[in-house]
């Protein structure tokens, strides 16, 4: 949905409903959840991808395919094959390159919204730096779209169409989305819709490498579970330290941020735990 669409919509809905999260929703295997990644796995292995590929790290040379309808004047897209394919050593031949373009840009014509895969780091560090501008109760908003996004439900952003599973939160949390997007918006060069977009991809991905891969799929935790669930953990390290750094009036110093650095940079597969996620989110009832 566009955002000139949501602005017409948002006289018609309840601005004192907030998006929350159920505590059910946060923990455990639910049928629902797991139905929903398989789905979705199944979906992205049937996307074709360009044959005859000399460079797997080139846009140009990936066949793109858009998935779910446009948030906020964004559409998020998936380029095959993406670079784990081509790799000599347990190469991943359904690995994809996700990316976000404007809406009724394309690929084949116009430049991403990420002009280069980020780095863990690259991700982390930006995101956080927007979510420091909302206050605490908006801030367990985007914690909750977040673990939304680490595991998937029907009740919840995920839809099911006609066999096609995607993000695509309700009217109801895409205006709070915009509207929480709209405190953000002259801090870097990213929108919130961007990241959230950026991460839904980067997790349907990492379900595709490993979901159906032995021996990582008897374990329902690998893949978007461990990947968004570590880069939670890592953005609350990032904003409790930018709020130390707030509550003293100083700018972080040069060694906290070289140890910020190195913890970004050398962080290896660490997922949040239950009582974080719990805390991060507000744990209260859906839409109450």
């Known amino acids: 949905m566009t955002q000139m669409e949501l602005a017409v ?45 000399d460079d797997y790290h080139s846009d140009e040379q990936k066949r793109w395919t858009a998935c779910g309808p446009p948030l906020l004047d964004k559409q998020l897209w998936f380029g095959k094959p993406g670079k784990e394919a081509g790799r000599e050593r347990n190469p991943r031949p359904n690995d ?36 420091l501008l909302l206050d605490d109760d908006e801030r367990k908003e985007v914690f909750s779209l977040i673990a939304g996004i680490k595991r998937p439900h029907s009740e919840l952003f995920h839809r099911c169409v ?17 509207e929480l997007q709209a405190k953000t918006e002259n801090e870097g060069p990213f929108s919130m819709i961007d990241y959230l977009l950026l991460l839904e991809g ?19 935790n ?15 390290v990032r904003l409790d330290i930018l709020d130390e750094a707030k509550a003293q009036d100083r700018v972080i110093t040069k060694p ?13 597969i660490e997922n949040i735990t239950k009582t974080e996620l719990k805390e991060m989110t507000g744990n209260n009832d859906l839409w109450t």
């Open 96 to 131: 994809m390159r996700p990316n976000v373009w404007h809406v009724g840009k394309s690929p084949k014509k116009d430049s991403p919204i990420f002009p280069k895969p980020l780095t863990f780091k690259e991700l982390v560090s930006p995101l956080s730096d927007l979510i």
């Open 162 to 178: 006609d066999g096609r599973v995607y993000f695509c939160p309700e009217i109801q949390t895409q205006v709070r989305i915009w």
């Open 256 to 268: 906290v941020e070289a140890l910020w650095n190195l913890f970004a940079d050398q962080m290896n």
């Open 222 to 236: 690998s893949g978007r579970g461990n990947n968004v669930g570590t880069m939670m953990r890592a953005i609350k």
């Open 202 to 220: 980067i997790a349907r991905n990492e379900d595709v490498k490993y979901m159906h891969t032995p021996p990582y799929h008897r374990n329902k």
């Open 9 to 53: 919509l948002s006289s018609l809905v309840d601005h004192g409903k907030k998006i929350t999260i159920n505590e059910k929703y946060l923990h455990g295997n639910h049928k629902d959840s797991q139905s929903i990644r398989e789905e979705m796995t199944d979906e992205s292995i049937s996307w074709k991808a360009k044959n005859d590929v």
